[in-house]
């Protein structure tokens, strides 16, 4: 029963539905038509300023302009093509590059995978899918799994958040930011007779994995583009791995339950003339998976299962009035069903579970700016309405209704760029029962400065200060013999300093960056969940104070020996994430769970002719899995060496990769191994 009550709270939650009334039927269509209405309805062309982050498609051609993402938060990057050479899974294998960064797999392809930036916790990560923030109103953990890497064009993670004075205030409510920008049509301006474009590509390998994706471009007018793709993805999930117990057996056993099928539908409309950008995005994922559970004392089996549906339409407005005021509008809404099941007959540990969850939301954001000379103003304001509904025994069905307004400010003085924001947030919930928490509303402030010689400078210095709030999520608060509608929110200061040193080409050398930045936070009542007097019991409490001191460090370069060229990059960190809860605990000090003190990674990358090879590395330094840093709770550090070989001819691409070389045994989290060595081929043709 535990198992099942954790994993609907956390980890292996479970989203599903109950019939919607039809009150909310009548609401949900209203929503509907005015968002239809509002974004369908002709309007002028949105203008874009240079100095801008932006996406640009003028007469179907993207233009990147990312202008010093670097200048005022440290900033990781990798770009479309990157992406596609590093061959990773999905968004969080490519982010297990980034500096910063702990990935959680819970192990098999279809396993929950989150990220965990500079030891703030998966919660304090604000996702942004094509400008427009990503939601889990049930435990505040996107799955990063779901995302393929084929229909991407940059992702980027913020420390802080991105620095674009324009854009919605809830992007500005979260320790860290992970920008997912999906690829835009591009169509040549020179070929006015090509109107389309096809890619199509398939992966299969170990596990009995088989990976294929479709896209389509239709350039429907000079300056308007459509594109509809998916993606389906099975495996079994079936790999060997070692279990040892110091002392007792050591012996390999095979990984059961980790199969995963699912399939993904996109289809995006989008244009772009001299005065404005938009999109519009519709969405839909629907898997089915195994959960493969921990192995711990000899147990290998696990009865879960996961059904997922997930929907949503998302629209995407930018508008420039005259040359000094732009605005910004966005609006989305989504629909979440998890199915969880876990069978006592597979599971003879484990009752008979079968939650089932629905989670709809609406979100709309209006923002604006206005730029004087070297002074910048915005303002934005945000309305999210989010409701759960559940299958649970006396679940109280929570409303939860969360207001944003920002204002934020910013002077270029020379090299000088000062900027500073403070974001109000209202949080209101309601529910169907007298367990609701009070009305709750928080003041975040922000500001960062940076100072480069001139415009041209390769050196940039940046610092930045924040404090940010993570409120307690429905589950934290209301679930069923866990929630604690008491509980106070997480409290973060983060201090950040830092510089980007950029090296100008010469002789063989083409292109080169290096970046180091030392930061400090502290985040003030954790929540944690504590067992109760009974095992069927838990209880959600504000414990924890963490501190976290650390290094980052990132160094990338481009070489040219005749046609050879040759791509370096390398991350480093050093952490020091402690438990400052109580100095009378035996473990105060220590170091918190699974933030190793070292980590790093490199990649190295070879064109030749129509042939590329890359490398890839990475490590993770020792760590502990509890609290308390005994012998007992030890985790040993890992590391593991990929490698791919791709052949180019004419518009077909073959790659060959091997993961895990050296055959590693290693785990990101205690109890639950990940493969071995594998091995996958893959085969892709565009037109």
Not at 223 to 229: D, K, L, P, T
Not at 331 to 342: E, G, P, S
Not at 588 to 613: E, N, T
Not at 649 to 667: K, M
Request: with cysteine; proline share 3%; hydrophobic share 40%.
């Amino acid at each position: 029963m535990i198992a099942s009550v954790r994993s609907a709270c956390g980890s292996f939650s479970s989203l599903g539905i109950q019939a919607s009334s039809r009150k909310a039927s009548v609401a949900a269509r209203i929503i509907f038509r005015f968002i239809a209405l509002f974004f369908v309805t002709p309007s002028s062309s949105l203008c874009l300023q240079a100095q801008t982050d932006t996406l640009r498609l003028s007469a179907a051609e993207v233009r990147h302009t990312p202008a010093h993402n670097g200048d005022m938060v440290s900033a990781n990057s990798l770009s479309g093509e990157q992406l596609q050479e590093l061959r990773a899974h999905s968004v969080a294998d490519a982010l297990r590059y980034f500096s910063g960064v702990q990935i959680k797999d819970y192990g098999g392809v279809g396993g929950l995978k989150t990220i965990n930036v500079r030891a703030m916790g998966s919660q304090h990560v604000g996702v942004v899918l094509d400008g427009v923030a990503l939601s889990q109103a049930q435990n505040g953990t996107i799955d990063l799994g779901r995302f393929s890497l084929e229909e991407l064009e940059r992702l980027t993670l913020y420390n802080g958040h991105h620095t674009s004075l324009l854009q919605p205030a809830a992007n500005f409510a979260a320790a860290s930011a992970l920008f997912i920008e999906s690829r835009r049509p591009t169509f040549p301006l020179s070929d006015t007779r090509r109107f389309y474009h096809t890619r199509v590509a398939v992966r299969t390998g170990s596990f009995g994995a088989l990976q294929t994706t479709l896209r389509t471009d239709v350039r429907l007018a000079e300056n308007i583009a459509a594109s509809v793709g998916g993606g389906y993805v099975h495996s079994d999930g079936n790999y060997a791995f070692r279990y040892r117990v110091v002392g007792a057996y050591d012996t390999t056993g095979v990984r059961r339950n980790s199969d995963i099928d699912a399939l993904r539908l996109e289809a995006a409309l989008c244009g772009s003339s001299l005065c404005d950008d938009w999109r519009v995005k519709a969405y839909l994922y629907a898997s089915e998976r195994g959960l493969p559970g921990a192995v711990v004392r000899g147990r290998t089996t696990s009865g879960d299962r996961q059904w997922d549906a997930n929907l949503f339409l998302q629209a995407y407005w930018r508008h420039q009035i005259f040359d000094n005021y732009q605005t910004l509008t966005t609006a989305k809404m989504a629909y979440d069903r998890l199915r969880f099941t876990n069978d006592p007959i597979a599971d003879p540990a484990t009752i008979y579970v079968d939650n089932i969850y629905r989670t709809a939301s609406f979100y709309l954001s209006s923002a604006h700016r206005l730029t004087l000379h070297h002074f910048s103003l915005a303002v934005a304001g945000d309305y999210r309405a989010e409701r759960m509904l559940a299958n649970l025994y006396d679940f109280p069905n929570p409303t939860r209704h969360t207001a944003y307004l920002s204002v934020a400010a910013e002077t270029r003085l020379s090299g000088l760029r000062l900027q500073g924001n403070l974001l109000s947030t209202l949080v209101y919930d309601h529910t169907s029962q007298a367990s609701s928490v009070p009305r709750r509303t928080e003041l975040s402030p922000f500001l960062s400065i940076s100072y480069r010689c001139t415009e041209h400078s390769p050196l940039v210095v940046r610092a930045f200060a924040k404090r940010i709030f993570r409120m307690p999520t429905l589950c934290d608060l209301y679930y069923t013999l866990v929630g604690n509608s008491a509980l106070r929110p997480e409290r973060t200061a983060q201090l950040d300093i830092g510089s980007t040193w950029e090296l100008f080409p010469t002789g063989l050398f083409r292109r080169g960056e290096i970046s180091v930045d030392a930061y400090y936070n502290k985040v003030h009542d954790k929540i944690v969940a504590i067992p109760g007097a009974s095992m069927f019991r838990w209880t959600m409490l504000n414990l924890g104070s963490v501190s976290v001191q650390g290094v980052e460090m990132c160094a990338q370069s481009d070489w040219q020996f005749g046609n050879v060229c040759l791509a370096l990059r390398a991350t480093y960190t050093y952490e020091r994430a402690r438990d400052v809860t109580d100095r009378a605990d035996a473990f105060y000090g220590h170091q918190i769970p699974y933030i190793p003190r070292h980590s790093g990674s490199f990649i190295a990358h070879i064109d030749w002719r129509d042939f590329s090879v890359r490398y890839s590395f990475l490590y993770t330094g020792k760590r502990y899995d509890q609290r308390a840093n005994t012998p007992e709770n030890f985790c040993p550090a890992w590391y593991t060496s990929d490698i791919a070989i791709s052949y180019n001819y004419r518009a077909f691409r073959l790659t060959a990769e091997v993961n895990n070389i050296f055959q590693q045994r290693y785990e990101l989290v205690k109890g639950y191994p990940l493969p071995g060595r594998n091995f996958f081929l893959s085969l892709s043709w565009g037109y």
